[in-house]
């Protein structure tokens, strides 16, 4: 199977994870765009390790540590909406302009 | 029995379509059979005969978050563990020094849970 | 024979997992959403099986299925996202709609270039060994895999530092 197939899906994964995150205003649904955008990144791992299969699984060892880097990521992520949350009562990024000049 | 990787995929795969299908189907059937008379009680929420009261959308506790948390920390700390038991025969000592270190850093978050008391029963 | 059957399947996983993947970023309904990123990371983790990664196939749905997508329901009940037809959208949708496009073309022009004819051989009759795994992780990965360990300590102490309410 051509490998170009994968890539191309993962760079549709990718783009439409990039809408999401420029077109969403609850940030929650940011961070869901953003899971999109590292599973594209993940399939192209992936895609690269049983495409160089001579050179070891390491592609697929890197996509584990994405997985586990994702679970920390949105682990933090979340309880930073959180707070906002209390703080602010709204999750909206675009009212998140208390730093903005 | 040897059999080769995709065929053994492709039987789970089958099982997988025959199963939901299985449940789409009965489910339409019924939905053919059915009579359909819909009115206002038969919509509302079944609250043990009680009407409910509100919105279904609560808020929960943002305690219940620590545990949702600790829950995805040691799920990854399990991910870690199955091919670590697969090769730990293989490599012995090293790779038992690796994982004891791995887990007594998992464990001081889980220590650290503790002594903040978001573990405790409300 | 193969081929054909494992070309039919990719293009119906491409499919499933990119109108998913749409109906993530435009669904009206936070919840709605979230079950579409389990329809996108399911039909990641079959094309990992197509991929012979069967293990990463499974730690997919173990973390990201399992455990992941409940800690995003968990978020979007603790902020009371309002649910139904609410705006959910900026106005500057055009602007990213176009920025994506813009992304999509330029990388996978790239890549069809780069990779031009070149070919996945997914015809081996074993998936990769999670034992093989194992290996490279224990003996050559030692230090990313610690590491790991440390990033989830400062993930959950930073959670609960922030989530504690005092």
Redesign the interface.
Known sequence: MPISYFLVLSALLFSVGIYGVLARQNAVLVLLSIELMLNAANINLVAFSAFLQEAGVAGQVFA?FV??VA?AE??IG??IV?LIF?NRQSVDVDEMSLMKW | MAR???SQ?LTIGLFLVVSVGLVMGTLQLARLLRPNVPSYEKYTTYESGIDPIGQG?A??N?????F??????F??????L???A??FE??GT??LI?MV???A??A??LL??VK?K?LDWL | M?ALA?EILFWALAVMMGIAAIGVVTSRNVVHAALYLVGTLMGAAALY?LL?A??VAW?QV??YV???V??ML??L??T?AP?GRANFDNDQRLMSALTALAVFGVTSYIMVRAFEGQTIDLT????TL??S???V???TY?LP??V???L??A???G??VI???D
């Open positions: 584990l997985i586990a679970a949105v682990g979340l309880a959180i209390r | 080769s990787y995709f995929y959308w808020q929960t943002v305690r219940y978050y620590i949702a948390l600790l829950f995805v920390v799920d990854v700390e399990a991910v870690f199955f091919p670590w697969i090769v293989r490599l090293q790779a690796e270190i791995f887990i850093i998992l001081l978050a650290y849970a903040k978001v | 193969a494992q099986i012979l069967e293990f730690v173990l973390v399992g455990a992941i409940v800690l968990f978020g009940m603790l009371r649910i081996r009759e074993t998936g999670t034992s795994i194992g290996e992780i224990f003996s030692v895999f610690e790991v360990s440390v989830l300590l993930a959950l102490v959670a609960v989530a504690r309410r």
